[in-house]
């Protein structure tokens, strides 16, 4: 996912993405995360989150299994809710490995 934040949210939004990423794994230790950002090209305070799964259809039941845990459901909601007001708006790539 690609987050365009709101000017000088780029720190605040990699601290985001960690934590979010941190709630994740620990529902599922075993994803692989990382968090990245762009200071010296592009548009400014853009930081990408990226997950590496074996497949999508492995992404879409790790996440209905995540959803399924009401307590780890609603710490999301919570966190999502920070989201809005570091982010101008945000898109999804997905990308096949070779």
């Known amino acids: 996912r690609v987050f365009y934040g709101k000017v000088g949210?780029?720190?605040e939004l990699?601290?985001?993405?960690?934590?979010m990423y941190a709630l994740i794994k620990t529902h599922n230790p075993s994803i692989s995360y990382r968090?990245?950002?762009d200071h010296q090209s592009g548009r400014t305070d853009r930081v990408v989150a990226e997950i590496e799964v074996?497949?999508?259809a492995d992404l879409d039941s790790m996440l209905s299994s995540l959803m399924e845990d009401e307590d780890l459901n609603a710490k999301f909601g919570e966190h999502f809710?920070?989201?809005g007001n570091l982010i101008e708006y945000a898109?999804?790539?997905q990308w096949t490995i070779h």
Not at 14 to 19: F, L, R
């Open 35 to 37: 968090v990245m950002s």
């Open 14 to 19: 990699v601290g985001w993405a960690n934590e």
């Open 81 to 83: 809710g920070k989201l």
């Open 54 to 56: 074996d497949s999508l």
């Open 91 to 93: 898109e999804v790539e």
């Open 9 to 11: 949210a780029a720190d």
